[in-house]
């Protein structure tokens, strides 16, 4: 039963964790009806990463009226490109997927994670059933019929449901005893922008490389996002050149097809890793985001499948309201694992397989990689298929 705010601390669900997944997690269960209590440090984004929102993800936001914020401020996805820069002895022949061969204007936008937090706070500020507390969470309790969040700064919360949206070393999840399967990838992802000197024409290029994709990704006007996937020690060369040498490493890499490129301030390197909890929710305790899964940025699948996470547990709980039900008893939570579970298991195992192709170096996986991109580039019906899947999981229409 949704409480007051009238009574201080106690809410029906507390979401943990500020980032996009986070937030969307917040504002969308706000919009279903639940008190929401949201626990996160209000500090200034300074990565200068970038997303490109498919699918689903745009729909989500538009309907939480987040969209229209910042939607001016990112660049159309209309084609996308995939280049063989393997070198190697047998190789797949370039394919190009384009929008409107599916009827849509574009399959995405691309946008700074910064300008979309800084829209998803202020939509989150606006909602009067959200209550934000800007602290850390110290200690989560799961209990038989509610959960205690306690803040670092002495105060305590309680709901009847709390989502985990703390990221790869999630406390939420730790509480809720879910045990996570980790494997290192042996690769490094550095993320960085650039200005060219030519337009993108609203087309995103990915290079595979032995090492992994490097992929070029618009931005509003002359400027791209580039996740450049290496082997550690490459990516590790590849940040500590100057500003002059990476912007001439990326023209190199681009083929030179964006014209000259410029590095913009900001760079990132992280590690890569593919980790899959044993449970998406128990206890009282839903995880959303880095909580849940984490894949490498191969197919722009990762925050994609958070902002999914968010959607899903919020209309899930909002059926929960208005049915009376408890919004953490386990058998809201099992729905919520049955819902998440097909589309994070398929996308994480197509990112594993087209990852591990791409970087075998064995004759046999090389010529069914080949074959396949063949196949993409010459079956209609089969091309369109992958686009549709990519953008949101086919068993979501069923």
């Known amino acids: 039963m949704t409480q007051s705010l009238l009574e201080p601390n106690n809410f029906d669900a507390i ?23 949201l626990v ?21 936001l538009d309907r939480l009226d987040v969209w229209r914020r910042c939607s001016g401020k990112a660049a159309a996805l209309r084609a996308m490109r995939l280049v063989d820069d393997t070198g190697r002895l047998i190789r797949a022949p370039e394919v190009k997927f384009v929008s409107d061969e599916i009827g849509m204007d574009a399959f995405g936008y691309n946008i700074e994670n910064r300008t979309l937090l800084i829209s998803l706070e202020e939509r989150a500020a606006e909602l009067s059933n959200i209550e934000r507390f800007d602290d850390e969470a110290d200690s989560v ?23 985990g949206a703390d990221g790869r070393q999630s406390q939420c ?5 879910i045990k996570v399967n980790s494997r290192a990838l042996h690769q490094s992802a550095l993320t960085f922008n650039v200005k060219t000197t030519r337009s993108h024409d609203n087309i995103s290029t990915e290079f595979h490389t032995k090492e992994g994709p490097c992929v070029f990704v618009p931005l509003p006007g002359k400027r791209m996002s580039i996740v450049w996937v290496a082997a550690p020690k490459e990516a590790q060369r590849l940040m500590a050149l100057s500003d002059d040498e990476l912007s001439a490493a990326a023209e190199k890499q681009s ?9 913009e301030p900001g760079r990132n390197l992280f590690p890569l890793a593919i980790e899959k909890p044993a449970a998406y929710a128990q206890r009282r305790i839903a995880l959303v985001g880095e909580a849940a899964h984490v894949v490498p940025p191969i197919g ?50 197509a990112i594993d397989i087209a990852n591990r192709t791409l970087l075998s170096g064995l004759l046999p996986v090389q010529m069914v990689r080949a074959a396949g991109m063949q196949l993409l580039g010459a079956v ?8 549709r899947e990519g ?8």
């Open 380 to 387: 209609g019906p089969l091309r369109r298929f992958a686009m």
């Open 391 to 398: 953008l949101s999981p086919f068993w979501r229409s069923i």
């Open 141 to 163: 309790v799961p209990g038989d019929d509610e959960a205690i969040v306690r803040l670092r700064g002495g105060t305590t919360l309680s709901a009847t449901l709390v989502v």
């Open 40 to 60: 996160a440090r209000r500090m200034p984004y300074g990565d200068n990463r970038t997303t490109a929102l498919l699918g689903d993800s745009i729909d989500i």
């Open 255 to 263: 083929q030179s097809i964006y014209g000259k490129m410029t590095v």
């Open 173 to 177: 999840r730790e509480a809720a005893g």
């Open 15 to 37: 979401v943990v964790g500020g980032g996009p997944a986070g937030l969307t997690a917040a504002i969308a269960l706000a919009d279903s009806g639940a008190i929401t209590a």
């Open 300 to 349: 722009a699948q990762g925050l994609n499948m958070g902002l999914r996470d968010a959607g899903d547990l919020a209309e899930i709980v909002r059926q929960a309201i208005e049915s009376g039900a408890d919004i953490g008893s386990d058998a809201v939570l099992a729905r919520y694992g049955r819902s998440r579970g097909p589309d994070i298991a398929s996308r994480t195992a």
